[in-house]
C-alpha cells in the first residue's frame, strides 16, 4: 500500500515538529511504497516541484532518490500501462540527462 507524504503540510501543521525529525526518511528506510506529493497548494502555496526541492535540501536526497519517488508515485497510480510505461521512460531520461 502506497503512503502518500506531503512534507510541507507535515511540516506546516506540526505534525512534524521539525524538518530533521520528519517521518519521510524513515518510511523510506523501512522500504515502505512513498510518494512524494503536495497537499492543498493553493494554502500553503507549495507546488509539487517544491516538495521535490526541499526534499532534496532537507533530506540530501540525490537525483537517484528524487527518481525513486517518482517512479513510486507511477507505480502507485491508476493511470493506464502505457501512460505508466512513458512516465517511468521519462522519469529514466531526465535522470540520465541530470548534472
Do not use: Q
Request: aromatic share 10%.
Amino acid at each position: 500500500m502506497p503512503l502518500e507524504v506531503c512534507p510541507s503540510s507535515t511540516w506546516h501543521w506540526a505534525w512534524a515538529p521539525s524538518w530533521a525529525e520528519h517521518p519521510l526518511p524513515r518510511l523510506r528506510d523501512a522500504g515502505l511504497l512513498v510518494t512524494l506529493n503536495t497537499d492543498i497548494p493553493v494554502s500553503l502555496g507549495v507546488a509539487l516541484s517544491e516538495e521535490y526541492a526541499l526534499a532534496r535540501h532537507w533530506f540530501d536526497y540525490s537525483d537517484e532518490v528524487l527518481s525513486e519517488l517518482a517512479s513510486a508515485s507511477v507505480r502507485a497510480s491508476f493511470a493506464p500501462e502505457p501512460t505508466k510505461a512513458r512516465l517511468r521512460s521519462g522519469i529514466a531520461d531526465w535522470l540520465a540527462t541530470a548534472p
